[in-house]
């Protein structure tokens, strides 16, 4: 059974960092399409990065660009994102998430949650003025 641990959320100040951590369980996390989505409340998932499979390469949403950083570390089988610069808009419960065919590419973040087929809890991240 696929498992996906994250860590790293909290809460910090406007223009701080923060890295979240995701470890998942049962799943080599270099034979899947890996990304960060986050959830701000009343408002509907959205995808923050993606990195692809061969050369680790990150694709993130315009918000994030230039703040946000994402990579992975295949010894340790975790997926991280580096948060920069963080905003009062960054606030929301950010979720790893997994997907056997999903893709990761330059239309991200348009691509649709539901290629992901595996999910983290969600982790929360506060960001206060």
């Known amino acids: 059974q696929v498992q996906m641990v994250e860590s790293g959320g909290g809460l910090v100040q406007a223009g701080g960092s923060l890295r979240l951590s995701c470890t998942p369980s049962?799943?080599?996390?270099?034979?899947?399409?890996m990304a960060w989505f986050r959830q701000a409340s009343g408002k509907e998932r959205e995808g923050v990065a993606c990195?692809?499979?061969?050369?680790?390469?990150?694709f993130y949403a315009d918000s994030v660009q230039g703040r946000f950083t994402i990579s992975r570390d295949k010894e340790k089988n975790t997926l991280y994102l580096q948060m920069n610069s963080l905003k009062l808009e960054d606030t929301a419960i950010y979720y790893c998430?997994?997907?056997?065919?999903?893709?990761?590419?330059?239309?991200?973040?348009?691509?649709?949650?539901?290629?992901?087929?595996?999910w983290g809890q969600g982790t929360q991240v506060t960001v206060s003025s």
């Open positions: 990195i692809t499979r061969g050369y680790g390469t990150g």
């Open positions: 998430a997994a997907g056997e065919w999903a893709r990761c590419g330059t239309d991200w973040p348009s691509r649709p949650p539901t290629e992901y087929e595996h």
């Open positions: 049962g799943l080599n996390l270099d034979d899947y399409g």
